[in-house]
Structures are given as C-alpha cells and as structure tokens.
C-alpha cells in the first residue's frame, strides 16, 4: 500500500499579524555516512551543502507498507491482513538553478553537486564498502529524515550561444536510510528483526548491552553497528540500533 502526501507552499502556516515575514531557503545538507557502517545517525562531519536557488513549490512524500493475507479455513473470505514490513520512506523534489544574470557555469556547478551525491564518498571508499553521503532536507524548521540520493534527473533548458548550459531543472529523489522492518519468519532462515534504544542520561553502552541481551560484553557490536568510536559518550535523546542476537552469533561463528 502507498501512501503518497505532498507538501505544499500553499499549506504553510500564515504569520501572525504585524510579524516581518521572513525568507527562509531550503538547503540539502551532506554528511559523511558512519564510519561503522551503521544507520542510527549520519557522520557528524558536515560535507556541504545544496542550496536552493529558489524554493520548492512542493514536496512529495511517499511510505509503502507491506502486508499478507492468508485464506481462512473453511471460510469463502482471506483472513486479515498482517503487517510484514515497511519500505523506507522516499521523498521527491525539484531544483530550479538559473544564471541567466551571469550568464557562467553556474547552473552545471550545482548539477555536478547534485551528483556527485549518487556516488560513495572519498572517505567511504577506503573501508570494505563505499557508501554515498547521508542528505537531509532543511528549509526553516522543516528538517526530513537521513536519506541517500537515490537519483537525479537534470533537464537543461536554456544555453549560451557557445553552449553553456544557464538554465535546469532537476528532480531528485531521497530515500530513507534506516526504515521499519517487519517481523520475520522463524522458519524463513533471514535475520531477526533489529530493534531501536532511546538513549537516556547514565546510558552506557555496557548498560545498554546488558539490557539488550543480558551481556555488557556485547557492547563493541552495538558500537560498531552505529558507528561510535568514543564508547563513553552517548548523547541523550539520540537512537541506538540494536542488532539482534542471532546476528551477532552468526557474526561470531557461534
């Protein structure tokens, strides 16, 4: 099932009588992906940023749930539908870039921005595998969720006399880094389902360890899943995903 909702400029709450309005631009924000591999948080270095020349007229969002349905014994009518998972969420937006004023490389500066983001970052190439910078979505206080540009489509529509491209509009699409899973089948041999730890304050990774599988000793391998490389500092409020033991022990061989 698909559930697409689109956000529109229209639909912004109005300012309050007598306030200044104020102009606030939207922005794609680049960070390296963790060191670790993980999907809880994206790298804190900051890589860059995507502005937006002008604002987007509408965000298009969409969530795909996933659901089974079995027959009934002896009953004409299917049982009721059974959630086994969600896709990550995927966001669809436009960019308009214009140098029409300037008449330069502009407009083709921002294109190769845009993607260079579909390729693995310098950094990430030099572990096991290349993953692409982390993106997410700012405009005032709108901020989407972590996502990886899974394409661009840049459609050059105004040129120079010696072919320089001056005009584009180019749609991109993001997609969430970390979505729900489902429940497994016991039976269908894939991994157990990974579960999400809200980090509280006196959270140690030993602590949480332990609270996940009654062994403090576990915690390198929730450290390595999120990519931490200081165990002793943990930030409130922030999500720990928390591999499942049948994982782990397959990871070890045991």
Known sequence: MTSPVTFTAAGAAPAKAGAPASLQ????????????????????????????????????????????????????????????????????????????????DKVVKSVEKLFECCVPT?????????????????WGGLTSFPAYVSSVTAKYTLFTPSGTPVRALCTVALEEISGEQGGQNPTSGSLAARDVHVVVAGDTLPSVAFQAYGDPVLWRDIAEANGIDDPMRLRPGSRLLIPALDELEQAHGQ
């Not at 994206?42 to 604002?55: E, R, S």
């Not at 996933?66 to 009934?72: C, G, I, S, V, Y």
């Not at 998972?85 to 214009?98: A, H, T, W």
């Not at 310098?122 to 700012?138: A, E, H, T």
């Open 122 to 138: 310098v950094k990430s190439r030099q572990g096991k595998k290349g993953s692409p910078p982390w993106v997410i979505l700012r």
């Open 25 to 104: 631009h939207a922005y794609l924000e680049l960070h390296e992906p963790p060191a670790g591999g993980g999907t809880a948080e994206p790298g804190k270095a900051v890589l860059g940023t995507i502005p937006f020349q002008f604002n987007p007229r509408e965000l298009s969002l969409t969530k795909n749930a996933k659901w089974k349905r079995e027959a009934q014994r002896n009953a004409a009518k299917s049982g009721p539908p059974e959630f086994t998972g969600s896709d990550p969420s995927k966001l669809s937006l436009e960019m308009f870039f214009d140098a029409t004023d300037s008449m330069d």
